[in-house]
Structure formats: C-alpha cells, structure tokens
C-alpha cells in the first residue's frame, strides 16, 4: 500500500511540473501581447507511460496498468495572422497571407511577419532590432539587399523629341511671321528641353511663311540667338505635312558657359612650350593640343553665332595676330570675355608687352670710409697698350618708354673725406661726352652729429657741428646716409637721333628690399647696381596652358601675362526630333502652334517611396520620374513547423530547401499592405482560459498531493502505534 502512495505522489508533481510550464509558456504569450509579428506558442502535454513496477493488482489479482503521470511534450508555434493596424510609416509593411519576410545576415537567412522596418544608416531597409537588412527579389531572381542610399538621385534624360499641335494660315502673305514680335508669352511656342546634364533651357519656334505652302521655322533662344539650324516645313494638298517633312532633326548650340570655378581641372593643360630662343616667331610654337576631361570648346567663325562647332578637344596654332586657330575647324576658338564672362570673344594672346621706362635703380654695397678724397671706384687701371680703363665697371641698363636700351656705368668719386663727414659724386658715364650725375651728393655723416646744433663749421662742407670736430669724435659711431634723396637725369638721343630723356630716383637706403649703401671704416669697396624698373618691349617667349584653361603667355622681356581662359559648355543637344505630324495648314484662320509634349528630364532627388500590393518597391522623384526597384521578397514553407524561433520574432530554417521564394500576389505567400504592421497574433480571452484550466490543474495536482501526504502519515502514525 505505501508503495501506491509514493506512486501517486509521484505522479501528482509531475502534474504539478507540467502545468507549470503551460503557466510559463501562458506568461509568454500574454508578455508579446503588443509585439509586432509575434507568433503566440501553444503548449501540448503527453502521459508518460503506464507501468507495472510497483505491482499494483485488482481485488481478482489481475494486474492494474496505470499511468505514471504527464509531461510536456513540447510546444507548437501558433502560425494564424494576427490583426493588420494602419501606423502611417513609409517603412513598415504588413503581410495579408501565408509569406513571410526574408532578412539576412550576410549569408545567414531569418524569417519574419514583423514588417515594422527602418532604414539604417548606410541606407539599406532593415530590422531595427537586429539591424539585419530585408531583401528583395531582383531583376535577376536573387535575393538583394534594398539601399535607398543607391536610389537618392534619378539621373537626368535629354530631351529628344517635341510633338507641335495646332494650325498654320495657309492664305498668310509670304513673309507673314508667327508669332509675331509683339506676341504676348502665352502666345509665344516656348520649348522647355532638358540637356544630358538635366538642365533645362528655353527654345522658342517662329514660323515664316514661303512661296506657296511653305513655311521656314526658326529656333532662338531667349535673347534672340540662332542655336539651330531652320527647318523647311512644306504641307501638301490635304493640309497635311509633307511625308518627308513630319519629323525633323534638329542640333541645339547654346552659349551657355560652364562657370570658371566649376572649369577647374576639367583642363588636361599643356606644359610650357618655350621659343625663348627665337622670341616672337610664333610658327615655332607649332600645333598646341588641349584636351578635356569633361564639357567641351566652342570654336566659330567670327562675328556669326550661328556657325560654332562643339569641339571635345582642340589642336590649334596661334596666328600673326595672336588668334588661336583650330586646326580641324580652321575657326577662332572661344574665350571668355573678362568684362563681361557671359558673352564669347575670339581667344586671342597679346603678341607684346610694353616697355617700361627706367625710373628707380637700387645701388648696394659697402664704400670704404678711409678712401682720400679723388679716390674712384671702380678704380681705372692701364691696359696693355698704356690706356686707362675701368676695372670691373658697374654697368646698368636705362630703358626709355619706348624701350630703347641704353647702357652706362656707375662711378664713385670721393670729393670730402672729414673726420665726421663724407661726400661723393655719383657718375654716369664717367669719361664719356655724354657723362652725367647724380642730382646731388651722396653724404654721410656720423651718428649724434646734425646741423643746426652750434659749434665750430666743418671745413670744405659749410655744415656746423655742435662742440666743434672734438666733440664729435665719440667711440662706436656709426656711419649714416645725411639724406637717402638721390635722383638722376639721362639725356641722349635714340637710333633714329630723337632726342630721349629718362629721369630716375636712386635708392641708396634699401628701401625696396635691397641692401643699403653703407660706408664703414676699413672695408674694401664693393658696390652693385640693380634696375628696379624700366624693360624692353617683350615679344612671345613661351606659352602654357593649366587646368582651368586659362593661357599664361611669358615675354622675352621677363614678364609674363595671363592670355583669355578658354570657354567650356556643357549644355548642349545632339539631337532633337521635331514632330510636326499634329500641325496642318488651313485656309483663312488664325495661326495657333501649341507645344503638346517635350520628353527628357532634370536630375531627380528622392521625394518618396512606396511598397505596392505585390511587393514592388516603388520610388519617386522630384522631377516626376518614378522607378520600380525590385519586390520584396517573401519565403514560403512546406511544413511551417520546421520553423524555429530565433528571438526578435524571427525564425530560421535548418534546411533552405524547405522554403519557396517569391512576391506578394504569387500564390499563396498574400499581398503586402503597405504603412500597417502585423499585431502579435496572441488572444487575451483563450490565454485566460487557459490560465483558468492551468490553474485549476494545477489546484487539482495539489489536492492529489496533500490528501497522498495526509495518507501516508497516517500509514506511518498506525505503524508506530502498534509496536
């Protein structure tokens, strides 16, 4: 008898156990009540196997086979739809059917109804729990990843063809224009095309008429430029165009220039090409290539804006009157015009630069203070045949303003040499008819001496020195320029026995930069005399090109200037159908072309994005485009019980091939609702329930327990009374 006690218990807590666990797996459910897409888990129990082992028999002796009390067997996923709820979200998505979600991990596959999406920040479509991406099903058939980052931008589309609706007066005089010059905007045929860059431009149609039934369309743009050629439109009998005459092609020129900050680097440019040699013979510069990377040269024929050829590059020479001349299109080649860089001039390099007249020289150096007075420097020495010449003269170049070269030297000559004062004549020339000097002379005195102080005069300067010579003797001062204002005048005559002056300032004080003059005690003599300005006239040397396309042009004078930066385009169409196939001609009305439709279009940005019932992908742009990416892909499965959850309501699949892909609307997988999500699936009035019947279970179980635990200690009470 004990022995079918202790077997009851037994199987009282293993009921105990199991409701226990349908307790949890309840608590579950009612805990994801509010998670998207979550699948509820149904917990199902199984009777653990009856036995004889405790050798319980019936009142006739026969065996009694009674259970051994219950388990869990295990649980099932509840796989039925949950409620659809509209949240307004681009992202999210919902499934109205048996599919499920596709999300990856690289090459690992989950699966979900969980459709509540974001985009993450590299701008793929993934789960924001796991940050695991959707995929779609593309063109291909493979699963993809979906980037909107990839899809911001809808690529702009040239315009290529214009359809014209409407009539023209067949009984208009010859010479009769439409619309005519005072038409109003509304009556104006306005054509908005688009380039392969998406931009957009205005192109407006006028008609005049011909002899007979013919009419002659123009194309100009809104300044009244030509930027196509004219087209001869021709109508037959029954007032319809000629078959020959429908459709036209038309080329599109526009003068509408690329920016010079956006020309940058556009340039391959052309390295210096140097003639210094033979200076202003420009045929030894040769043929100059300058390509593009991007955009292209205008080159057209002078004064004529209606004779331009595009040019993706050029070869060109420069003539004798510095134009820049392609060579395949023998025209000028364009440049911008500097005062005005909206508007075209001819690419031209100015073939001189002017001279300048001498105005300033900057002599440098040291003079000896202990020279005698009639000391020369540079010093004359005699020659082998006994003539006395200058030793190592310094020799300067004076330019008059028409650039003529005239050459001197400079000489210094000690005129005072005084404890306190010194004083030289700067000559020009020296020994020449022609010699001249300095404006006045050059004097130093020393540091802390001044006129006008009192004291005893200096003797041969007339200047006065405070305390006399004695008193200006103090140890350690410095020799300084009493006045630095020293100019020169040049007289002389040119080649042609024109008389020629030139008037320049002296710089002795280093003003510019230079060193000074200065004059010390125990230095050698050592001077140098530099052109501050003044040149000859410069003839072409060199030319380069950079990466803006601007010329550099270097003179043989030592300058260098900067020639024309040469125009770039970038709008312009190749090709552009004219369909005049809805225009007739009509005896005595009033003329009325419309425009009824223009293809091409501006580059687009991403506005919006949408997921259709059968799961495509649908994105639009601001400029009307709209492209269909892909669908959302969807996995169906042969035994959805092989699913096993992976947390964040996603599954996996041990084995892929007991999954079929597709897309909404095929079969069974259903069609996607798009901006509403999935609600968890669980049911609040069958998980009370079942928590009612659980409990009283496991209630039941504990009854089962305690009257077994009050029989066997009243076993055990009567077994020890009755020792």
Not at 479 to 499: K, V
Request: glycine letters at 10%.
């Amino acid at each position: 008898m004990a022995s079918d006690l202790l077997g009851t218990l037994y199987k009282a807590m293993t009921g105990l156990n199991a409701f226990t666990r349908g307790l949890d797996n309840l608590s579950n459910n009612v805990a994801n009540l509010n998670t998207v897409g979550y699948k509820a888990n149904d917990v199902f129990y199984r009777e653990l196997e009856g036995n004889q082992q405790f050798g319980s028999t019936g009142d006739d002796g026969s065996p009694i086979a009674n259970g051994q009390g219950v388990a869990v067997g295990g649980t099932t996923v509840r796989f039925v739809d949950g409620e659809l709820a509209v949240t307004g979200k681009d992202t999210d998505m919902a499934i109205d059917g048996g599919g499920f979600f596709v999300v990856r991990d690289d090459d690992a596959e989950f699966y979900t109804r969980a459709g509540q999406f974001e985009i993450d920040e590299d701008g793929y479509l993934s789960d924001p729990g796991t940050g695991y991406r959707v995929a779609k099903i593309d063109e291909s058939g493979h699963l993809a990843d979906i980037n909107l980052r990839d899809r911001l931008v809808s690529p702009a589309v040239a315009s290529t063809e214009v359809l014209l609706r409407g009539t023209l007066n067949k009984s208009a005089t010859t010479g009769a224009v439409y619309p005519a010059q005072d038409a109003t905007a509304t009556e104006k045929v306005e054509i908005s095309v688009f380039d392969a860059n998406g931009r957009s431009y205005k192109v407006f149609a006028s008609f005049t008429k011909q002899t007979g039934d013919v009419w002659k369309v123009e194309f100009k743009d809104a300044s009244g430029n030509v930027v196509a050629e004219s087209l001869t439109l021709e109508f037959g009998a029954n007032g319809a165009p000629t078959a020959e005459d429908l459709s036209q092609l038309i080329h599109l020129n526009f003068f509408d220039l690329v920016a010079v900050d956006k020309v940058k680097d556009r340039f391959s440019g052309v390295p210096k090409i140097s003639i210094e040699a033979t200076p202003g013979e420009l045929d030894k510069l040769g043929d100059i290539t300058v390509t593009l990377t991007d955009g292209q040269l205008i080159s057209k024929a002078a004064s004529d804006t209606a004779s331009v050829t595009f040019l993706d590059g050029s070869t060109f020479k420069i003539d004798s009157n510095g134009f820049l001349v392609d060579n395949a299109t023998q025209k000028k080649l364009a440049a911008r015009d500097p005062a005005a860089p909206e508007q075209l001039i001819d690419a031209a390099i100015t073939l001189q630069n002017p001279a300048q007249a001498t105005t300033a020289l900057t002599l440098s150096g040291v003079l000896d203070a202990a020279a005698p007075v009639g000391d020369i420097y540079p010093p004359y020495i005699a020659d082998a045949n006994g003539n006395q010449v200058q030793q190592n003269p310094i020799s300067v170049a004076l330019f008059d303003s028409a650039g003529n070269t005239y050459n001197v030297s400079v000489t210094f000559v000690r005129v005072l040499a005084d404890t306190n004062r010194a004083e030289y004549e700067v000559v020009f020339n020296r020994g020449l008819a022609g010699e001249f000097k300095a404006s006045k002379k050059l004097v130093y005195i020393r540091d802390g001496v001044s006129p006008g102080q009192g004291g005893t005069p200096n003797p041969g300067a007339g200047s006065f020195f405070p305390g006399g010579l004695s008193d200006a003797l103090v140890p350690g001062q410095q020799w300084r320029l009493e006045s630095p204002d020293l100019s020169a005048t040049f007289t002389g005559t040119d080649a042609a026995g024109a008389a020629v002056t030139i008037n320049f300032n002296l710089d002795v004080s280093g003003k510019d930069g230079a060193t000074a003059l200065v004059l010390k005690t125990g230095s050698d003599d050592a001077v140098t005399a530099t052109q501050l300005s003044g040149r000859a006239v410069g003839k072409v040397s060199g030319i380069e090109i950079d990466a803006s396309g601007k010329l550099i042009v270097s003179y043989s004078n030592g300058q260098s200037a900067e020639g024309p930066t040469l125009a770039v385009v970038d709008r312009r169409i190749e090709e552009l159908k004219v369909n005049f196939a809805a225009v007739n001609s009509v005896q005595f009305v009033t003329s009325t072309i419309q425009v009824e439709d223009v293809d091409g279009r501006a580059t687009g940005q991403l506005t919006s994005f949408a997921f259709e019932e059968d799961g495509t992908i649908l994105l639009k742009y601001s400029n009307d485009d709209e492209l269909k990416d892909g669908r959302i892909a969807m996995a169906l499965f042969t035994n959805v019980s092989a699913l096993q959850r992976a947390g964040d309501a996603l599954f996996t699949l041990e084995d892929t091939n007991d999954r079929v892909l597709g897309s909404a609307t095929d079969g069974a997988f259903g069609k996607l609702v798009h901006k509403s999500i999935e609600r968890s699936n669980v049911e609040l009035s069958r998980e009370f329930a079942e928590i009612i019947i659980v409990q009283r279970g496991f209630q039941a179980a504990s009854q089962v327990l305690n009257a077994t635990n009050e029989l066997i200690q009243e076993l055990y009470s009567s077994t020890r009374g009755g020792r």
